[in-house]
């Protein structure tokens, strides 16, 4: 098991009460490839460096985990087919 952290931007067109349904399916979809969820930090609404689909904002929120790292391309595979989700990057930490 290594630690890992997502970092995944949510679309800002999403109101207030779906953005924690989008945690929560995130946070499932890991939960569900055998992770173990440390802390999900919400870092809030924050301008984009570059406009993503004309959109100059969005709901940035932090997860570390932990988990064997031969899940991640599933987990990789639902993110990139959730529609909230504009961006997100796994990085391995130390």
Same mark, same amino acid.
């Given at each position: 098991?290594?630690?890992?952290?997502?970092m995944?931007?949510?679309?800002?067109?999403?109101?207030?009460?779906?953005?924690?349904?989008?945690?929560?399916?995130?946070?499932? +979809?890991?939960?569900?490839?055998? &992770?173990t969820? !440390?802390?999900?930090?919400?870092?809030? /609404?924050?301008? *984009?460096? %570059?406009? #993503?689909?004309?959109?100059?904002?969005?709901?940035?929120?932090?997860?570390?985990?932990? +988990?064997?790292?031969?899940?991640? &391309?599933d987990? !990789?595979?639902?993110?990139?087919?959730? /529609?909230?989700? *504009?961006? %997100?990057? #796994?990085?391995?930490?130390?």
């Amino acid at each position: 098991m290594k630690k890992y952290e997502l970092m995944f931007i949510i679309n800002p067109t999403v109101l207030e009460e779906g953005r924690e349904a989008v945690i929560e399916k995130v946070t499932g +979809v890991l939960t569900a490839a055998g &992770a173990t969820i !440390e802390k999900s930090e919400k870092w809030g /609404e924050r301008k *984009l460096a %570059y406009p #993503i689909d004309k959109k100059k904002t969005g709901f940035y929120v932090l997860t570390t985990f932990e +988990v064997d790292g031969t899940v991640l &391309a599933d987990v !990789e595979a639902k993110l990139n087919i959730t /529609e909230e989700v *504009l961006r %997100y990057i #796994i990085v391995k930490q130390n």
